[in-house]
């Protein structure tokens, strides 16, 4: 009959300091299909080594290792673990369960590794517990079950895959004599079923009852004799039944990440998580409030006047000035609004402006408007509008009539004069002296909401403020400077923003021949003012970024202490899970799974700290509320990487871990 296991010549030596300690010397032993092997010998003859190469969980110095004929030597790790997986099943004298999960869970471990489903994987767990006495317990942990009970597990566990030999160390070593009679019983019947199983035991009463017992001593087979039992009328057949694909399924490392990296401490876990919440979070929030703060400038330009470009006269003064004028410059004029709207199409509307000091008195007290001469389609480029009266017509201009229009801070002054002595007459159609001559109030002005400290450095002046009249007024019939230019400003509404920048050329090419080439005037985009300001807020940006990243990155090195902590922690769980048939890329993936389940919650508790804190302070200060998906989706994908990469010392520490000193160290 062809042996089940054969070695020969095997060896397992180690170094202690300069000593050499052979646990095993030149160790011949073939096993037989349905052999209960008892192996006996003293403390230290080399038992628990025999069962660890029997077991393919460690690698012999020398000598050869077959099982069902295939040799083991030389066979990569991964072979090596789903032979074990397959054929061999462990029993451990200190039961070694998994605290964590309940008896179903800790049975159906082995066929975790062979990617069987869940379902199925439960059901047969399920099976096996109820037939080795475990009743319906089956949601219990660990801790809350008696040893015979926890061997029973065990036993079960090292059944579900259908392995064809029991390795068992010791199983009866941690339990009285009226347990170990059941778990003894137990092993028997499988015997009888046709299971091989191979038993370290130290009970003399025990040693006969196989069908074989070896005896080691100082790591040589002394005796090889036959027990009392007799050998089972059949075996089982080789290899095992379901589940051929190789490794934990997605799901199956999932649900561990969960489990035991986020759940498991949930305290320290949070903690551990802090670095990347408060990093993703403040990348977030402060993007958001940037773009939030950037969206309301714009929005404000443009409500000050949609694609608007002014171009503004410089004042030049004494000989400045009429070093201008002689060279045949006449300064901005009505001219040169009229060769604007001739000679570029994108102009929409077009008005100019032209600034005096003026005393303003209303009979029932003074103000101090900003008084302004305009003339064209002043309104509509301004994006004002009126709430009251009229604006001026063609008459107003031509005939230079004494008439204003006044704006909403200017008519509240008014207001307020008129209803300290009670005087609730209406506010248009009032006279105001305006260097001692009479206008007549014929409009007033929609107040403007606007937040003049977000705009400086874009030259917006507040509108409410104002004082209308028509420019033809003021030039005849106030007094000025003759030499100074005719107007302040030309404002131009341009068809849209892409208009913008095409326009600046032409403008600046027909002001050149007006003004004879002289540069006696400037050129204002609000729009471009503000972007070019905003273009130096992105270094605020970038300082945020790096601000976050390094906390991130502070986050990322925390999980690795934190992981590299639970490894040293986990060295049994690590040895169990190889012993049951994990390779080190099974071990290695959960370990991974593990830190970046901590990263990406992380992420996504920052995400919505960043959300919350976005909402409620954007509502606070009035800014629009503006996420940034692009943004959102790097900050997942860095507090992905974050554990990805930093977990990757931490699951590889994990995946070599020697198994057997793993499962030694007890
Ligand atoms: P048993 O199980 O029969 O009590 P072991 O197989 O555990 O004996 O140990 C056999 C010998 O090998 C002992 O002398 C032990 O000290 C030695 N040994 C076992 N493991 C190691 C190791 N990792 N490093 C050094 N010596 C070891
Ligand atoms: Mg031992």
């Given at each position: 009959?062809?042996?089940?296991?054969?070695?020969?010549?095997?060896?397992?030596?180690?170094?202690?300091?300069?000593?050499?300690?052979?646990?095993?010397?030149?160790?011949?032993?073939?096993?037989?299909?349905?052999?209960?092997?008892?192996?006996?010998?003293?403390?230290?003859?080399?038992?628990?080594?025999?069962?660890?190469?029997?077991?393919?969980?460690?690698?012999?110095?020398?000598?050869?290792?077959?099982?069902?004929?295939?040799?083991?030597?030389?066979?990569?790790?991964?072979?090596?673990?789903?032979?074990?997986?397959?054929?061999?099943?462990?029993?451990?004298?200190?039961?070694?369960?998994?605290?964590?999960?309940?008896?179903?869970?800790?049975?159906?471990?082995?066929?975790?590794?062979?990617?069987?489903?869940?379902?199925?994987?439960?059901?047969?767990?399920?099976?096996?517990?109820?037939?080795?006495?475990?009743?319906?317990?089956?949601?219990?942990?660990?801790?809350?079950?008696?040893?015979?009970?926890?061997?029973?597990?065990?036993?079960?566990?090292?059944?579900?895959?259908?392995?064809?030999?029991?390795?068992?160390?010791?199983?009866?070593?941690?339990?009285?004599?009226?347990?170990?009679?059941?778990?003894?019983?137990?092993?028997?019947?499988?015997?009888?079923?046709?299971?091989?199983?191979?038993?370290?035991?130290?009970?003399?009463?025990?040693?006969?009852?196989?069908?074989?017992?070896?005896?080691?001593?100082?790591?040589?087979?002394?005796?090889?004799?036959?027990?009392?039992?007799?050998?089972?009328?059949?075996?089982?057949?080789?290899?095992?039944?379901?589940?051929?694909?190789?490794?934990?399924?997605?799901?199956?490392?999932?649900?561990?990440g969960i489990n035991e990296g986020l759940l498991a401490h949930?305290?320290?876990?949070?903690?551990?998580?802090?670095?990347?919440?408060?990093?993703?979070?403040?990348?977030?929030?402060?993007?958001?409030?940037?773009?939030?703060?950037?969206?309301?400038?714009?929005?404000?330009?443009?409500?000050?006047?949609?694609?608007?470009?002014?171009?503004?006269?410089?004042?030049?003064?004494?000989?400045?000035?009429?070093?201008?004028?002689?060279?045949?410059?006449?300064?901005?004029?009505?001219?040169?609004?009229?060769?604007?709207?001739?000679?570029?199409?994108?102009?929409?509307?077009?008005?100019?402006?032209?600034?005096?000091?003026?005393?303003?008195?209303?009979?029932?007290?003074?103000?101090?408007?900003?008084?302004?001469?305009?003339?064209?389609?002043?309104?509509?480029?301004?994006?004002?509008?009126?709430?009251?009266?009229?604006?001026?017509?063609?008459?107003?201009?031509?005939?230079?009539?004494?008439?204003?229009?006044?704006?909403?801070?200017?008519?509240?002054?008014?207001?307020?004069?008129?209803?300290?002595?009670?005087?609730?007459?209406?506010?248009?159609?009032?006279?105001?002296?305006?260097?001692?001559?009479?206008?007549?109030?014929?409009?007033?002005?929609?107040?403007?909401?606007m937040d003049l400290d977000e705009l400086e450095a874009t030259?917006?002046?507040?509108?409410?403020?104002?004082?209308?009249?028509?420019?033809?007024?003021?030039?005849?019939?106030?007094?000025?400077?003759?030499?100074?230019?005719?107007?302040?400003?030309?404002?131009?509404?341009?068809?849209?923003?892409?208009?913008?920048?095409?326009?600046?050329?032409?403008?600046?090419?027909?002001?050149?021949?007006?003004?004879?080439?002289?540069?006696?005037?400037?050129?204002?985009?609000?729009?471009?003012?503000?972007?070019?300001?905003?273009?130096?807020?992105?270094?605020?940006?970038?300082?945020?970024?790096?601000?976050?990243?390094?906390?991130?990155?502070?986050?990322?090195?925390?999980?690795?202490?934190?992981?590299?902590?639970?490894?040293?922690?986990?060295?049994?769980?690590?040895?169990?899970?190889?012993?049951?048939?994990?390779?080190?890329?099974?071990?290695?993936?959960?370990?991974?799974?593990?830190?970046?389940?901590?990263?990406?919650?992380?992420?996504?508790?920052?995400?919505?700290?960043?959300?919350?804190?976005?909402?409620?302070?954007?509502?606070?200060?009035?800014?629009?509320?503006?996420?940034?998906?692009?943004?959102?989706?790097?900050?997942?994908?860095?507090?992905?990487?974050?554990?990805?990469?930093?977990?990757?010392?931490?699951?590889?520490?994990?995946?070599?871990?020697?198994?057997?000193?793993?499962?030694?160290?007890?």
């Amino acid at each position: 009959m062809e042996s089940i296991i054969h070695i020969d010549g095997l060896k397992r030596h180690y170094m202690m300091g300069d000593t050499l300690v052979a646990a095993l010397d030149d160790v011949k032993l073939d096993v037989n299909p349905g052999d209960f092997l008892m192996i006996v010998g003293s403390s230290g003859s080399g038992k628990s080594t025999l069962m660890h190469l029997l077991g393919l969980l460690d690698v012999p110095t020398a000598g050869i290792m077959e099982i069902r004929g295939q040799s083991m030597t030389g066979s990569s790790e991964a072979k090596l673990s789903w032979m074990r997986n397959k054929h061999i099943g462990f029993v451990f004298q200190q039961f070694n369960l998994l605290n964590d999960l309940n008896v179903i869970e800790n049975i159906a471990l082995p066929l975790v590794y062979r990617g069987v489903p869940r379902k199925i994987r439960q059901e047969k767990a399920k099976k096996l517990a109820v037939k080795l006495g475990l009743g319906k317990r089956f949601r219990h942990h660990p801790k809350e079950l008696s040893g015979g009970q926890l061997q029973r597990i065990a036993i079960a566990r090292a059944l579900i895959g259908n392995p064809d030999i029991i390795l068992a160390d010791e199983p009866t070593g941690n339990l009285d004599s009226a347990t170990s009679r059941e778990i003894m019983q137990i092993l028997y019947d499988l015997n009888d079923q046709g299971h091989t199983i191979i038993m370290v035991t130290h009970d003399p009463k025990l040693a006969d009852m196989g069908t074989r017992k070896v005896t080691l001593l100082d790591g040589h087979i002394v005796e090889d004799v036959p027990g009392k039992r007799k050998k089972p009328e059949k075996t089982v057949e080789e290899g095992s039944g379901d589940g051929q694909r190789h490794g934990v399924g997605v799901s199956d490392l999932v649900r561990i990440g969960i489990n035991e990296g986020l759940l498991a401490h949930q305290m320290r876990t949070f903690l551990t998580m802090l670095g990347i919440i408060i990093g993703i979070s403040s990348v977030i929030a402060m993007s958001s409030f940037s773009l939030g703060s950037k969206q309301k400038q714009a929005d404000q330009i443009r409500a000050l006047g949609a694609n608007l470009v002014k171009v503004v006269d410089k004042q030049f003064e004494n000989e400045r000035l009429v070093e201008t004028r002689v060279t045949g410059s006449l300064g901005l004029s009505r001219a040169d609004l009229n060769s604007l709207r001739n000679g570029i199409p994108d102009i929409e509307k077009a008005a100019c402006v032209r600034e005096i000091k003026l005393n303003v008195v209303h009979p029932l007290g003074s103000l101090s408007p900003r008084v302004l001469g305009v003339q064209g389609d002043y309104l509509e480029v301004n994006n004002l509008a009126l709430a009251e009266g009229r604006f001026f017509d063609v008459k107003d201009w031509s005939g230079s009539t004494r008439t204003v229009i006044i704006g909403s801070t200017i008519a509240r002054q008014i207001h307020a004069l008129k209803e300290a002595r009670n005087d609730s007459s209406p506010i248009l159609g009032d006279t105001l002296l305006l260097g001692g001559n009479p206008y007549v109030i014929v409009g007033l002005l929609k107040e403007k909401a606007m937040d003049l400290d977000e705009l400086e450095a874009t030259s917006v002046s507040d509108p409410n403020r104002d004082l209308l009249i028509p420019l033809e007024t003021l030039l005849t019939r106030t007094a000025h400077l003759d030499l100074r230019s005719e107007v302040d400003e030309i404002h131009l509404q341009l068809k849209n923003e892409d208009a913008l920048t095409r326009a600046g050329k032409s403008i600046r090419s027909i002001l050149d021949v007006t003004h004879a080439g002289v540069m006696d005037y400037d050129m204002v985009i609000p729009m471009d003012l503000l972007k070019q300001k905003q273009q130096s807020q992105h270094l605020l940006d970038i300082l945020t970024i790096c601000i976050s990243s390094i906390s991130i990155v502070v986050g990322g090195i925390g999980i690795m202490n934190i992981m590299l902590a639970s490894v040293t922690e986990r060295i049994r769980e690590i040895g169990i899970r190889r012993a049951i048939g994990a390779t080190k890329m099974d071990i290695m993936r959960q370990f991974l799974m593990e830190s970046m389940t901590i990263s990406i919650t992380g992420g996504l508790f920052g995400v919505v700290l960043a959300g919350i804190v976005v909402v409620c302070v954007c509502q606070f200060i009035g800014l629009p509320v503006v996420f940034s998906l692009p943004l959102l989706c790097i900050a997942l994908v860095a507090s992905t990487l974050t554990g990805l990469v930093f977990g990757i010392y931490p699951a590889y520490q994990a995946a070599n871990k020697n198994p057997v000193d793993a499962l030694r160290s007890e």
